[in-house]
């Protein structure tokens, strides 16, 4: 399915941030945040615990205030337009929970569609959205099944579903592959790229710096708050900034992977061995 | 993993309401029948119908009298009774998205039983004691809010419902000093009576303010179930769906709380059914509100009215309500505790 949006997605860059100085009520978390997802455009935002990701993902949905500068959605200004409005042009993919009562898969993912009835009921178009979502993401089998009872990474799916049905031309992801197996990591990745193509702008929080290395067109390293780095993957993660960000020893090796069409290079990040005699030889 | 039942998908069905509604209205005409001076079912819809098209009654007067002035009142008292508490029950729970959450959460019933026991110390009879129950109810709410609305935290609903049970129970130890001063007598009696429940001596007079509350807070509620789905995500997750959290919850609450106060002020402490029937209603259709409502409404109206039969008809004084709705709704939740699929709460 085609992402599509009604909103305005003729702007290049459905989502700017400029010089933002963010945080809670009382308590000001970090400033000078720069940063613009342009259309089909996977932007990783990494940093250590505490650094404020959450925060910063916080205010860009409009969940808390601005504190200074400018954060532009879609054409809107934050703190001049509407929750309801503000859902149309850009939706959340949390970390997944269970719900406390039993709501079916269809249910959840209807949600996204709640701006567009407004006060009446769902709408046969409503409904359609949700059917789609769900295959095009290759869980229709799901559709009448509770919500709470799905292992994490299909209820994760299930979250991005939403997101699809709500159709805003900003998708915010915060962790969304955290506490999941290695294979619904991965399932949950390719999701991330595939809302990227079918025209979403994505940001997207992570605490994997391979996965940033292999999945975002831009990554952003955070730091107390402020912006460490911001450029493309390679350029940005680099085994220097990766130490000093988490403040442990890494190293980004260059990995050759072999397969049917041929091989191809991939940058990886390895701790940097403590125990010499168990150093591990990457090259194939 | 847990599809939906074939029951579910009956409920489901556009008609269900209605077949719901028809349930409830043929219930009420058997409980209007029932009792020492018998009558048909026919004959009480006869008189039913006549009366309602404002046509000349034929039947006999002590039939018409016990139909719209004794039973009828009653019956339809306890169809409101039932129905507010539970989809108030229904609301409170999804908005607090806590099953163990009753009505009375925010002390609507300790404010009203307040009320009502202020009223009955000052000697005030009636309408006295309903408009005190009323009041104490609804401005125990208030106060609850506004104090929970001060406390800066990250948890408004978990704030909201700690303030309300510190408060409950002092309300719940004013009550007692009332009733430690209270005329032994006289008073006291009364007193104890009111807090167990009843619709005994309820009057057609009363209806005109319950059933205008009732109808018009069910209705808003209706209105928002859509939004109020939305309240049982986080509320993060709800604000970026573009639900303006506070303000509905607000909303439901107010609702919730003045639907629960007019009937506890027409019927007194009726525990359990803002509790359970929500609860036996979710595990039938799912947490979804746009079926839970409906669903919540009729049974928590058939079940007040059966409980209401009992309480009149299984002994020759009059059971309390509150009593009849502990000792026949926990083994009925247990029972459905018990027997429940996983994970259907």
């Not at chain 1, 400018?70 to 703190?79: A, D, S, Y």
């Not at chain 1, 403040?247 to 041929?262: C, F, H, M, P």
């Not at chain 2, 926990?330 to 259907?344: D, I, K, N, V, Y």
Request: aromatic share 6%.
């Amino acid at each position: 399915m085609p992402y599509q949006t009604d909103a305005v997605s003729a702007h290049d860059w459905p989502l700017l941030v400029h010089d933002l100085a963010y945080g809670y009520p009382g308590r000001r978390i970090g400033h000078d945040v720069c940063l613009s997802v342009a259309t089909g455009e996977v932007v990783a935002v990494l940093g250590p615990n505490g650094c404020g990701k959450s925060t910063l993902f916080q205010t860009i949905l409009g969940l808390l205030p601005v504190y200074a500068g400018e954060v532009r959605v879609g054409g809107h200004v934050l703190g001049q337009v509407s929750r309801a409005e503000l859902a149309r042009v850009i939706s959340y993919v949390p970390q997944a929970q269970p719900l406390a009562f039993s709501l079916a898969v269809r249910e959840v993912v209807l949600m996204g569609r709640t701006q567009r009835w407004g006060w009446g009921a769902p709408q046969a178009a409503d409904l359609l959205a949700v059917d789609d979502a769900l295959a095009s993401l290759g869980i229709s089998a799901l559709a009448d099944t509770v919500f709470s009872e799905l292992s994490g990474g299909e209820r994760q799916l299930v979250l991005i579903a939403r997101a699809l049905a709500q159709a805003a031309p900003v998708v915010v992801l915060d962790e969304p592959t955290a506490s999941l197996d290695f294979g619904h990591q991965l399932r949950v990745l390719s999701r991330i790229r595939q809302l990227a193509k079918g025209g979403a702008s994505v940001l997207w929080a992570t605490h994997d710096p391979d996965h940033a290395l292999a999945y975002a067109d831009r990554v952003l390293l955070l730091k107390d708050g402020g912006v460490m780095a911001y450029g493309a993957p390679a350029t940005v993660l680099t085994a220097d900034r990766l130490s000093a960000l988490y403040g442990v020893a890494v190293s980004v090796a260059q990995a050759t992977v072999i397969d049917v069409n041929g091989s191809s290079q991939s940058a990886v990040c390895v701790p940097t061995a403590v125990d010499t005699t168990r150093s591990v030889d990457l090259t194939p | 993993m847990l599809r939906q039942s074939r029951l579910q998908r009956t409920l489901a069905h556009p008609w269900s309401g209605l077949g719901l509604a028809l349930a409830v209205v043929l219930l009420a005409v058997l409980a209007i029948a029932w009792g020492p001076y018998p009558m048909s079912a026919l004959e009480v819809w006869q008189v039913l119908a006549t009366g309602m098209l404002g046509l000349p009654q034929s039947a006999d007067p002590l039939q018409v009298a016990v139909v719209f002035e004794l039973r009828g009142p009653r019956v339809l008292a306890a169809v409101f009774v039932g129905a507010a508490l539970a989809s108030a029950g229904a609301a409170y729970q999804s908005v607090f998205r806590n099953p163990l959450v009753s009505p009375d959460i925010l002390g609507v019933a300790a404010g009203a039983a307040l009320g009502a026991m202020l009223a009955l110390l000052f000697g005030w009879a009636g309408t006295g004691i309903q408009v005190m129950a009323f009041m104490g109810g609804v401005s125990a709410v208030v106060l609850v809010y506004a104090v929970a609305a001060r406390v800066r935290s990250a948890d408004p609903v978990l704030v909201l419902v700690l303030v309300g049970v510190v408060l409950a129970s002092l309300f719940g130890a004013a009550v007692a000093l009332v009733k430690t001063i209270a005329d032994p007598q006289q008073q006291l009696p009364a007193m104890t009576f009111w807090l167990l429940g009843s619709l005994t001596g309820v009057e057609a007079s009363q209806l005109w303010w319950l059933g205008p509350a009732v109808i018009a807070c069910t209705a808003i509620l209706w209105v928002l179930r859509w939004k109020m789905n939305v309240l049982l995500l986080a509320d993060s997750e709800a604000q970026s769906l573009g639900v303006s959290t506070h303000q509905l919850r607000l909303g439901v609450i107010a609702c919730a709380t003045m639907m629960t106060a007019a009937a506890v002020a027409t019927a007194g402490i009726v525990g359990w059914v803002g509790l359970v029937v929500p609860h036996m209603a979710r595990v039938m259709v799912g947490a979804s509100l746009p079926r839970l409502l409906p669903l919540a409404l009729a049974l928590g109206a058939a079940f007040l009215l059966i409980v209401d039969l009992l309480a009149r008809s299984l002994t020759a004084v009059e059971i309390p309500l509150g009593v009849l709705t502990a000792v026949i709704g926990t083994p009925l939740f247990l029972w459905q505790l018990l027997s429940q699929r996983r994970g259907a709460v």
